[in-house]
């Protein structure tokens, strides 16, 4: 059991910053995979990144490469979501998620979920 809290989203203009944080009281948080993901209003859930329960794999949506990045430091229990130069089309809730591994890239079936940050970018 892993209870996950998103936090660091906000409103920013476009071309902006911001660092998004998922965090666990649980010491079983460092075991997990984690993974991102965002939800835009009337669209599906869309994967964003995703990072090993070590750190040393991650990966990245094709629609965010070269402009977010994933880490995460297990000293700390927080996985962090580094978003620059961001769109109107980044706009969403973001949720961080936990699973046992990463497959394909990606998470199949994540145990936990946040309940999300809201990132709002303004044209």
């Known amino acids: 059991q892993v209870s996950l809290v998103e936090s660091g989203g906000g409103l920013v203009q476009t071309g902006a910053s911001l660092k998004l944080s998922c965090s666990a009281s649980?010491?079983?948080?460092?075991?997990?995979?984690i993974g991102w993901f965002r939800q835009a209003p009337g669209k599906d859930r869309q994967f964003v990144g995703a990072?090993?329960?070590?750190?040393?794999?991650?990966n990245l949506a094709d629609s965010v490469k070269g402009r977010f990045t994933i880490s995460r430091d297990n000293a700390k229990n927080a996985v962090y979501l580094q978003m620059n130069n961001l769109t109107p089309e980044d706009t969403a809730v973001y949720y961080c998620?936990?699973?046992?591994?990463?497959?394909?890239?990606?998470?199949?079936?994540?145990?936990?979920w946040g309940q999300g940050t809201q990132v709002t970018v303004s044209s």
């Open positions: 649980e010491r079983t948080f460092s075991s997990y995979a």
């Open positions: 998620a936990a699973d046992t591994m990463v497959v394909d890239g990606t998470l199949r079936s994540p145990d936990f």
């Open positions: 990072v090993t329960w070590n750190g040393d794999y991650t």
